[in-house]
């Protein structure tokens, strides 16, 4: 029995295997290895200044919020910025007087609106201003943590300060 001799054919749809198989790996090395290295800017970050309303707090709690104390998301304990004012108003009751149908507007006794003006640093996204993780936008709820207070209030005012 005598040896026989096999012949590699290389032909040119090999050629064309190896070519896609090359491009494929390049395409994917450059995609997950060189790309995402020049892609890391710095989020712009701007400093703000917001005011959050907290309805119908009883006139004996009014006193317990202090400007400089860190304001702090209550549900997430994400730190919100620092109080740079606060203040109060009466708080009003609307109804309706049963007698003539008509809207009245009374005080409401005992119980006053705070509004806590606080200020922080926070990077803008398209949706919102991100305050440590909190995304921040006018109608926001906001769940406040203090040392002496905590409730719940809305974002009323938001303004960019520098």
Do not use: W
């Given at each position: 029995?005598?040896?026989?001799?096999?012949?590699?054919?290389?032909?040119?749809?090999?050629?064309?295997?190896?070519?896609?198989?090359?491009?494929?790996?390049?395409?994917?090395?450059?995609?997950?290895?060189?790309?995402?290295?020049?892609?890391?800017?710095?989020?712009?970050?701007?400093?703000?200044?917001?005011?959050?309303?907290?309805?119908?707090?009883?006139?004996?709690?009014?006193?317990?919020?202090?400007?400089?104390?860190?304001?702090?998301?209550?549900?997430?304990?994400?730190?919100?910025?620092?109080?740079?004012?606060?203040?109060?108003?009466?708080?009003?009751?609307?109804?309706?007087?049963?007698?003539?149908?008509?809207?009245?507007?009374?005080?409401?006794?005992?119980?006053?609106?705070?509004?806590?003006?606080?200020?922080?640093?926070?990077?803008?996204?398209?949706?919102?201003?991100?305050?440590?993780?909190?995304?921040?936008?006018?109608?926001?709820?906001?769940?406040?943590?203090?040392?002496?207070?905590?409730?719940?209030?809305?974002c009323i005012k938001?303004?960019e300060i520098e």
């Amino acid at each position: 029995m005598g040896a026989k001799n096999k012949t590699v054919h290389f032909n040119i749809m090999d050629l064309l295997i190896i070519l896609v198989v090359l491009a494929a790996g390049a395409l994917l090395l450059y995609v997950f290895v060189f790309s995402a290295k020049g892609e890391t800017s710095t989020p712009d970050t701007r400093k703000i200044r917001y005011v959050v309303e907290i309805k119908n707090i009883r006139d004996e709690f009014i006193d317990n919020v202090t400007v400089g104390e860190n304001l702090t998301d209550a549900s997430k304990l994400y730190p919100l910025g620092t109080i740079v004012a606060y203040e109060s108003m009466p708080s009003t009751y609307t109804g309706t007087n049963k007698m003539d149908g008509t809207i009245t507007v009374g005080d409401y006794p005992e119980h006053s609106n705070m509004y806590i003006t606080v200020e922080a640093d926070a990077v803008i996204s398209p949706q919102a201003y991100n305050v440590n993780g909190f995304e921040l936008s006018v109608g926001t709820v906001i769940y406040v943590k203090l040392p002496n207070f905590t409730g719940t209030g809305y974002c009323i005012k938001l303004e960019e300060i520098e």
